[in-house]
């Protein structure tokens, strides 16, 4: 069974940084996708940042509202993912959550045979 378990989030003041760790487990091999999605207070969820790995490569997904301020990294020996976020914005404030699979997407916000976190609350102050 797949599991993840998100943290790292907390409380900052606009213009800080935080860095999320997902830590995975129940993966076989380093053929699967990971990524953080976020959903705010009122909104849907939405897809920040994707890894996706395809027969040997990767690539790597920003959604244009977290661009240059956030990074997506991978370690596939400890299966973990980091989000590094910087020069935070109070719209960022959201419950994050981390999902892997055999498959994600940022863009549409699915995860194919995966799972999810539980989330990780990040609230920024003005």
């Known amino acids: 069974e797949v599991q993840l378990v998100e943290s790292g989030g907390g409380l900052v003041q606009a213009g800080g940084s935080l860095r999320l760790s997902c830590a995975a487990s129940?993966?076989?091999?380093?053929?699967?996708?990971i990524g953080w999605f976020r959903r705010a207070p009122g909104k849907g969820r939405e897809g920040v940042a994707c890894i996706n790995r395809r027969r040997g490569s990767t690539s790597t997904y920003y959604a244009d509202s977290v661009k240059g301020r956030f990074t997506i990294s991978g370690d596939n020996a400890k299966k973990t993912v980091h989000l590094q976020m910087s020069s935070l914005k109070p719209e960022d404030t959201a419950v994050y959550y981390c999902?892997?699979?055999?498959?994600?997407?940022?863009?549409?916000?699915?995860?194919?045979?995966?799972?999810w976190g539980q989330g990780t609350q990040v609230t920024v102050s003005s």
């Open positions: 999902a892997a699979g055999e498959s994600i997407s940022c863009p549409v916000v699915s995860v194919l045979h995966g799972s």
């Open positions: 129940g993966f076989t091999g380093d053929n699967y996708d």
